[in-house]
């Protein structure tokens, strides 16, 4: 779909939010069609999660996004989907790669919600692509396990914060789920939920460096738990890490069924943020480095740092193997 | 309402797709209305067709778009409305008619969507009026029988396509219904779905000719089948004829309700499209001619310029009339 | 959240409507969960009344709006909340305080949505602010009687009307209520309602003085009458009174069940909004004085010339009051 000036900042560049939401959508169809493809129990797909995300390339208003998604894997109950997103001017006729992203869904029932129904097996085209997707599938069980001991942590305003410092540009925001926000089980679409993380963590972004920024990654994202139509729900964001010329956000969801459940507020998805400062040539600008003070601020800098360096490692044993095929 | 940045395009001319779906949302409310105004069974007005709309000036950001809609003939089951749109430069105070269309609605019963109600008769200030009505009503029952037959098609993607072919600016969408998009019964508003076609279209418009475009008219657009909630559509359009200033794109809309039913995809929509390029002056501009490549786009090329001659003979006759009175 | 283009007037000023619907959001958010914090029927707290709001600054697009909400009071069946609205420029840091807004709320029952339960009592630091509140309940109780009077009005258009007249820039505008625009118990938020009327007023000021115009204020609105999900709502502005650099318009908002009640059409809300006209500097312009022809319209003027000077003396009285301190 062509991209709206609501999609974008004031610099015109498409956010990240916007084309997480877009991939989503678009991962959550394939999978709920493929989920119903056979008959039994009709199903919807819910995300459970998404692995690591690049943005490539920013998209800018006026620009045409080309989603395609295909489904890789297939276990017992979950779908691994790939999604691709190209942008393109249509007026040059000239095409970018955005992003391309892997998602897992779980089908639920739609007659009750609570229980996971079987998904279909698809038909590899060689053996070791489902050995391959196997893999993967039990990294990202080991992952989510992981991810779940972080659970524990709530944001607190800080009284008149020096600039630079954790407290200086952390936010949050409050939204109501209404019913647009809702798949057909009433609870909250992941694509939803990330595009809020996404404005948190920009407006965190935007605080520390007072510039242009655009989001560059995004680390796998676990949907704990589902959140029902009717909630409130609370997104905080603080900086965990700076490097020269990228920062990156620590992103809470906070879930609070007040309405219809004696449960209290709950933890509903966390992730990280990487955001990099744009001029206005789109040449990414050095940053101001996070001032931490406290000796949690520390530790998780320096975790911050390893999955930075961790990142870059990656990256450049991938850039060797494609130099030496 | 005033239009905003979100419903036009870059050029600052808003959508056609937005004044479609403006039109739309008059046309069910006095239908609703008009069916609900005598004791009896609730309903809701569902739109069955709408008929040719010509476009006349491009509205701009800023703008008020004023709508007025009057019911013009009642068949026993279905309802004639007529909609005008004037936009309105609030700061100069200058007025302009934008639109006339021309809608069509059937009355389904809140309690059984599937059951047609009986339309309350209106007045008649002359008698000729009914009559007129009349002869338009069977008209158009006439033409919806014929475009049932149109329904087969489908578009499938190009590999490498050369400029100015029919497949290298043909497009397709996808979008998952949600509530917002739906009536009280849980189908989807007949203006959202034009709202998708000439989003469709317009991309198709702006990849053939690489400028800024406007919707110019709309055929008239048969509602064959409801698209319900949790549904899938996907929104597909190719051009099949350009005149020296105009391009014809046709568009489909298919559904897949694959949640809730053990029906399959079908046919929900089709309907042709007439967009112009604008020079930044608003002047109409010269548009790259449509290569065809097999025997179904000549045919679909040559059937193109069919409408498009007795579109403008149609026109040329009514400024005879107006001359000559 | 960030504000967004489509937030805004062609100027780049945030439209008070939307602050004014982030307002009322925050209100019900935090009223509906004090509602509910204690063991009991669950429900939802419905907006009944908002008092008297000033924009002190405008907002721009790319500024974040921080909103903060607070229980100030507590009757038995009615919620006081004061919402404060800050805005933030995140490239400079310069923050500006937009609106302090008091709105009274109600809890209704989910079950049964004419039940209005009772509201857990709060805890005052100082025994004073519990009879200030007390003394603000029965004021607010006592004007909501007085305003019911004024329900009988309807606003005709007038043909070929002169300009600067009453019915020159007489406006409105129809709505078909979504599901988005409505709570869990199937209502309209407040907050939408105010956005609409905002919209209207706002068209009905630019009509009249042709230039850039923003909210100053609005007066104290009250919310007689729910309005169910598949309504009508018609809202209609007339302007009564203006100063040398201000424009007070009365805006009504009538909504229409036709679908699902035997109940004709009603009044719900109706309110005064203020505005001025600002240069490219932000600088206030003058504005052309609004020619009243009919007796009605000329003791419209007064009673607004009334509401003006009063809002004025208060304002002075407040501002002495300050540089006595």
């Known amino acids: 779909r062509i991209m709206r000036p609501d999609d974008a ?54 620009e045409v996004a080309n989603v395609s998604a295909e489904i890789t894997y297939t276990s017992r109950h979950s779908v691994e989907v790939q999604v691709n997103v190209m942008s393109e001017n249509i007026l040059t006729g000239a095409k970018k790669v955005t992003n391309k992203a ?31 997707g196997r893999k993967r599938y039990e990294e990202q069980k080991l992952d989510r396990l992981e991810t779940k001991q972080r659970n524990g942590d709530v944001i607190f305003p800080i009284i008149n914060p020096e600039p630079h410092t954790v407290g200086y540009s952390q936010s949050s925001l409050i939204h109501l789920v209404g019913p647009s926000d809702c798949t057909l089980l009433g609870f909250v679409h992941g694509g939803v939920t990330m595009k809020l993380m996404d404005e948190v963590a920009g407006i965190v972004a935007a605080r520390h460096c007072k510039t242009n920024i655009v989001t560059a990654s995004v680390d796998a994202i676990n949907f704990h738990e589902k959140i029902k139509k009717g909630s409130v729900i609370t997104i905080s964001g603080r900086m965990t890490f700076t490097s020269n010329k990228s920062m990156e956000i620590e992103v809470f969801v906070d879930a609070d069924p007040f309405v219809d459940e004696s449960r209290g507020r709950y933890r509903a998805v966390s992730a990280f943020f990487t955001y990099v400062s744009l001029s206005k040539e789109g040449k990414p600008l050095p940053v101001p480095q996070l001032l931490t003070e406290t000796e949690e601020e520390k530790r998780r800098f320096e975790e911050g740092k390893g999955r930075y360096l961790q990142t870059k490692a990656k990256r450049q044993a991938q850039l060797q193997q494609a130099a030496q095929q």
């Open 9 to 62: 900042n004031v610099a015109g560049n498409v956010h990240g939010g916007t084309i997480l939401k877009m991939i989503e959508e678009a991962g959550a169809i394939i999978s709920t069609r493929h989920c119903n493809s056979q008959a039994g129990e009709p199903c919807v797909a819910a995300l459970a999660r998404v692995e690591r995300t690049d943005f490539m390339s920013p998209v800018c208003i006026g």
């Open 102 to 132: 892997t998602l897992w869904y779980v089908p639920l029932s739609l007659k009750n919600v609570n229980k996971v129904l079987e998904v279909p097996p698809i038909q590899y085209v060689r053996k070791e692509q489902e050995d391959e």
